[in-house]
């Protein structure tokens, strides 16, 4: 049990490793610099989060393991459905933290295990950029030490961790790896505009005026 408990807190470790390799000391990464062939073992476990706007936040994706404990497919629900009632505030104010200071926040949580007591759970969010720039994304991870008894895990929230980032102006730096891409919308060309064609036979302003010399005349005479 202690080593299945150290392989699944490895899992929030080596996942900030790898954010903070991507990070080269700019404020987030982008969200498509995220290759999850270097994470397999975190894919399961791991989340983002999208911010809509201030004030709106939402489940952009989620593994299988975060379904099963919520009991149900959590993409575009709000994130603060993984908590009870009287920590759902309070998330949200560290997932804005995340992504207003930006920071990264550590929490220690408590869930219901399989045999209905309380299990300890660890879960981390980290800042990620969209495509556009902008610290719009979160990273994050949750692991519990058993398997959650009954869905939803319901979180509570008994510890907070968080580390300001201070950037390093100096590194700026990009790689796109497709698997987290943003979804971009195709650029579809408008079609041209056909030319409106008409046919004229002779000029209705011909022989209104003496032609001037010098210029070029076309006879054309029948035999």
């Not at 476990?45 to 393991?65: K, Y």
């Not at 993984?82 to 220690?108: K, W």
Request: one cysteine or more.
């Amino acid at each position: 049990m202690l080593r299945h408990q150290n392989m699944k807190s490895d899992m929030i470790s080596n996942l900030r490793t790898y954010w903070e390799s991507l990070r080269k000391g700019r404020l987030a990464p982008y969200r498509a610099e995220l290759d999850p062939r270097k994470f397999e073992d975190a894919l399961e476990h791991m989340f983002i989060l999208e911010q809509l706007n201030p004030s709106q936040l939402r489940v952009r994706l989620a593994g299988m393991a975060l379904c099963e404990m919520m009991g149900m497919e959590v993409r575009g629900m709000p994130p603060e459905a993984f908590m009870d009632a009287a920590n759902r505030a309070a998330f949200t104010s560290h997932i804005n933290a995340v992504l207003s200071s930006p920071a990264v926040v550590e929490l220690e949580l408590l869930g219901r295990g399989q045999d209905g007591q309380e299990t300890k759970a660890r879960m981390i969010l980290m800042p990620l950029r969209s495509d556009f720039g902008e610290v719009t994304r979160v990273l994050g991870c949750v692991v519990t030490e058993e398997k959650i008894a009954q869905a939803p895990a319901n979180f509570s929230i008994t510890g907070v961790k968080m580390n300001a980032i201070v950037e390093d102006e100096s590194s700026e730096t990009r790689e796109l790896v497709p698997g987290f891409a943003e979804e971009a919308n195709p650029y579809t060309p408008a079609p041209a505009a056909s030319p409106r064609l008409r046919s004229v036979e002779g000029n209705p302003e011909a022989g209104r005026s003496e032609p001037k010399r010098g210029h070029l005349r076309i006879v054309s005479s029948k035999d």
